[in-house]
Nanobody, 126 residues
Framework: VQLQASGGGLVQAGGSLRLSCVAS????????MAWFRQGAGKEREFVAG????????IYADSVKGRFTISRHNSKSTGYLQMDSLNSEDTAVYYC????????????????????WGQGTLVTVSS
Protein backbone atom coordinates (compact mmCIF):
# COMPACT_ATOMS: atom_id res chain seq x y z
CA VAL A 1 0.00 0.00 0.00
CA GLN A 2 1.12 3.57 -0.70
CA LEU A 3 -0.11 6.58 1.25
CA GLN A 4 -0.31 10.12 -0.05
CA ALA A 5 -0.93 12.88 2.48
CA SER A 6 -2.07 16.36 1.54
CA GLY A 7 -3.86 19.41 2.89
CA GLY A 8 -1.15 21.11 4.89
CA GLY A 9 -0.43 24.80 4.70
CA LEU A 10 -0.10 28.06 6.57
CA VAL A 11 -2.92 29.01 8.93
CA GLN A 12 -3.39 31.57 11.66
CA ALA A 13 -3.76 30.53 15.26
CA GLY A 14 -7.33 29.58 15.97
CA GLY A 15 -7.89 28.46 12.39
CA SER A 16 -8.64 25.07 10.88
CA LEU A 17 -7.21 22.68 8.31
CA ARG A 18 -8.26 19.29 7.02
CA LEU A 19 -5.61 16.79 6.05
CA SER A 20 -6.28 13.90 3.70
CA CYS A 21 -4.49 10.60 3.23
CA VAL A 22 -5.23 8.62 0.07
CA ALA A 23 -4.26 4.95 0.01
CA SER A 24 -3.54 2.87 -3.06
CA UNK A 25 -2.32 -0.62 -3.83
CA UNK A 26 -4.11 -2.46 -1.05
CA UNK A 27 -7.53 -2.77 0.46
CA UNK A 28 -7.58 0.27 2.69
CA UNK A 29 -10.80 -0.74 4.40
CA UNK A 30 -9.20 -3.50 6.47
CA UNK A 31 -6.29 -1.45 7.82
CA UNK A 32 -6.10 0.63 10.96
CA MET A 33 -4.54 4.00 10.28
CA ALA A 34 -2.99 6.79 12.30
CA TRP A 35 -1.67 10.32 12.03
CA PHE A 36 1.67 11.30 13.52
CA ARG A 37 3.50 14.60 13.52
CA GLN A 38 7.07 15.75 13.87
CA GLY A 39 8.01 19.28 14.85
CA ALA A 40 11.44 20.75 14.20
CA GLY A 41 13.97 19.09 16.47
CA LYS A 42 11.36 16.84 18.03
CA GLU A 43 10.53 13.17 17.97
CA ARG A 44 7.70 11.92 15.79
CA GLU A 45 4.64 11.68 17.98
CA PHE A 46 1.25 10.04 17.76
CA VAL A 47 -1.67 12.37 17.06
CA ALA A 48 -4.74 10.25 16.34
CA GLY A 49 -5.74 6.79 15.16
CA UNK A 50 -8.82 5.04 13.83
CA UNK A 51 -9.76 1.40 13.47
CA UNK A 52 -10.19 -0.12 10.04
CA UNK A 53 -13.99 0.15 10.22
CA UNK A 54 -14.12 3.54 11.94
CA UNK A 55 -15.65 1.96 15.04
CA UNK A 56 -13.20 3.53 17.45
CA UNK A 57 -10.74 6.38 17.58
CA ILE A 58 -7.99 7.48 19.90
CA TYR A 59 -6.27 10.84 20.36
CA ALA A 60 -3.21 12.27 21.99
CA ASP A 61 -4.12 14.41 24.99
CA SER A 62 -2.64 17.47 23.30
CA VAL A 63 -5.20 17.37 20.47
CA LYS A 64 -8.23 15.84 22.17
CA GLY A 65 -11.31 17.98 21.62
CA ARG A 66 -9.67 19.93 18.77
CA PHE A 67 -8.81 17.28 16.17
CA THR A 68 -11.09 14.69 14.61
CA ILE A 69 -9.92 11.64 12.69
CA SER A 70 -12.24 9.95 10.22
CA ARG A 71 -12.16 7.76 7.13
CA HIS A 72 -14.12 7.02 4.00
CA ASN A 73 -13.23 3.47 3.03
CA SER A 74 -15.01 3.52 -0.30
CA LYS A 75 -12.72 6.40 -1.28
CA SER A 76 -9.64 4.78 0.35
CA THR A 77 -9.11 8.03 2.20
CA GLY A 78 -8.48 9.03 5.78
CA TYR A 79 -8.87 12.51 7.18
CA LEU A 80 -7.67 14.64 10.06
CA GLN A 81 -9.81 17.68 10.80
CA MET A 82 -7.81 20.14 12.87
CA ASP A 83 -9.56 23.00 14.63
CA SER A 84 -8.43 25.65 17.11
CA LEU A 85 -4.88 25.33 15.86
CA ASN A 86 -2.04 26.86 17.83
CA SER A 87 1.68 27.28 17.31
CA GLU A 88 2.39 24.00 19.11
CA ASP A 89 0.64 22.18 16.26
CA THR A 90 3.24 23.35 13.74
CA ALA A 91 4.82 20.17 12.35
CA VAL A 92 5.05 17.82 9.42
CA TYR A 93 2.07 15.48 9.60
CA TYR A 94 2.29 11.87 8.44
CA CYS A 95 -0.37 9.25 7.90
CA UNK A 96 0.60 5.67 8.60
CA UNK A 97 -0.60 2.10 8.54
CA UNK A 98 0.80 -1.37 8.99
CA UNK A 99 1.21 -4.44 6.78
CA UNK A 100 0.45 -7.16 7.49
CA UNK A 101 -2.54 -5.69 9.25
CA UNK A 102 -2.56 -5.51 13.01
CA UNK A 103 -5.54 -7.06 14.72
CA UNK A 104 -7.05 -5.28 17.66
CA UNK A 105 -7.09 -1.68 18.87
CA UNK A 106 -5.19 1.15 17.25
CA UNK A 107 -1.57 1.31 18.32
CA UNK A 108 0.07 4.58 19.31
CA UNK A 109 3.74 3.80 18.91
CA UNK A 110 5.51 4.81 15.73
CA UNK A 111 7.31 1.44 15.81
CA UNK A 112 3.95 -0.24 15.22
CA UNK A 113 3.67 1.26 11.73
CA UNK A 114 5.72 0.41 8.68
CA UNK A 115 3.94 2.22 5.87
CA TRP A 116 4.16 6.01 5.89
CA GLY A 117 2.94 8.80 3.69
CA GLN A 118 5.39 11.47 2.59
CA GLY A 119 4.23 14.06 5.11
CA THR A 120 2.49 17.40 4.75
CA LEU A 121 3.65 20.56 6.49
CA VAL A 122 1.31 22.46 8.77
CA THR A 123 2.47 25.89 9.93
CA VAL A 124 0.43 27.83 12.47
CA SER A 125 1.27 31.51 12.78
CA SER A 126 0.58 33.30 16.06
Amino acid sequence: VQLQASGGGLVQAGGSLRLSCVASGHTFGNLNMAWFRQGAGKEREFVAGIRYNGASTIYADSVKGRFTISRHNSKSTGYLQMDSLNSEDTAVYYCATRLPRLVGPVRTGKEDYNVWGQGTLVTVSS
